[in-house]
């Protein structure tokens, strides 16, 4: 990651993806927290896994926290 910008996860789609935003781009759609842990590491932070994810302040999650992936 170039920034301590946040990474944002928003609201669930109507298939339960969440698009994920890292430093102002798009790189994705998440549907678990493996999958947010995998965007991570794809910027950089190799050692991350889910529980970082889970326990990060550097992720704001719009529409709903970690545990909601439907709408």
Do not use: C, H, K
């Not at 326990?55 to 439907?70: A, K, M, Q, T, Y």
């Amino acid at each position: 990651m170039a920034s301590a910008t946040p990474v944002v996860i928003y609201p669930p789609d109507e298939d339960g993806g969440r698009r994920v935003r890292i430093d102002n781009a798009i790189v994705g759609r998440a549907f678990s927290v493996r999958d947010v842990a995998a965007f991570m590491q794809e910027a950089g932070l190799q050692g991350w896994d889910e529980m970082d994810v889970v326990r990060s302040s550097l992720i704001e999650w719009r529409g709903g926290g970690v545990d909601v992936w439907w709408q």
